[in-house]
C-alpha cells in the first residue's frame, strides 16, 4: 500500500465510550466501554478490507489486535506501532491519579500495575511482526525515543528499562549478544547516558538503511 497522503484518523477508546454514553444514554462502565470496543474493532475490520489507512490507540494489555495485524499485512498494509511507556508502575499510577484530578476516569491501581505487566508482555509479538516501531519514553516533559525499527533495522538510541529490555530480547532473540559485543550492558544502562559504541551502532543502522 501507499503512505497515506494526509492525516490518518486515529479513534480513541475512551472517548467514544464518552460520547455512547452521553449520546446514547448507556451507562459509561460497562455498557458504552463494551458497546465502544465492539463498534471499533468492526470499524478498523471494515476499513481493512476498503483498504483505508487507520489507527487506533490500545493499552496493548491483550493479544486480541494480533489478528488485525495478521489481516492488515494480507491486504498488503504496512503496520506501524508506536509504543509510549513510562520508566516505573509507580508513574503510571500517578498519571492516572492527575488525570482523575482534572476530571478523567480512574482506574483501580492493581490494575494499572497489571496491564502494565501484561503490556510489556504483549510488546514483543507486536515488535516483532509490526513493520515499522517507535518506542517513547514519556516520562519526562517531552517524549524521548529510546527504540526504533525500520527495514528490518534496529537501532537504539537511550537506555532501556529491565521490562522493555525483555519485550525486546523475547522479539529478538541475539539482541542481548550483539549489544553485549558491542560493550553495552542493558541492565546496568542509565538513563541519560549514550556509550560511543551505541553512537556507532545508530550509525551503522543508519548507514545499512541508506545502502538499501
Known sequence: MEAPAGSIWIINPDELSKRIAAHEHLPL???????AITRIEAWLYA??????TVGVETVLST???RALVDAAHGQGFRVRLIYVFLRSA???????????SKGGHDVAEASIRDRRRRSFEQLSWFFEH??????????????????SKADGDLTIYGALIPELSAALEAAVPE????LEAEGIDLAR??????????RRRRRRAKARKAAG
Open 29 to 35: 462502565n460497562p455498557d458504552a466501554n463494551i458497546e
Open 47 to 52: 476499513s481493512i478490507a476498503t483498504h483505508q
Open 63 to 65: 493479544g486480541k489486535y
Open 90 to 100: 509507580d508513574l503510571n499510577v500517578e498519571r492516572v491519579r492527575i488525570r482523575v
Open 130 to 147: 509490526a513493520d515499522q516501531v517507535d518506542i517513547y519514553d514519556n516520562t519526562a516533559a517531552e517524549p524521548e525515543l529510546v527504540v
Open 175 to 178: 539482541l542481548r549478544v550483539a
Open 189 to 198: 544502562a542509565k538513563p541519560g547516558r549514550r556509550s560511543a559504541s551505541r
